[in-house]
């Protein structure tokens, strides 16, 4: 959480609009778009390992399911944006 936080503090002054939770579920991409609904945020932020061909097609992408699930706009942070911060 500790780092959730810091991160989040990085991309903006008003640590209010910034919120970090933990949750379990059986379906982290149904879970994750839920948990946005539920608590009516404006955007989902994550972090992608930005696999490409056979990689992705075996692990899949988390962050692609909470895409195409999500009715709000989610924004996909790669790992070389994160070292650039």
Known sequence: MAYLKRLAGQFGDDSRQWSCAVSVSGSLPDEIVGFALRESVDLIAMYTHDRKGLAKLVKGSVADKVQK???????????????AR
Request: a positive charge; proline letters at 7%.
């Open 69 to 83: 699930k999500a009715s709000i706009d989610v924004k996909l942070f790669r790992p070389r944006e994160l070292v």
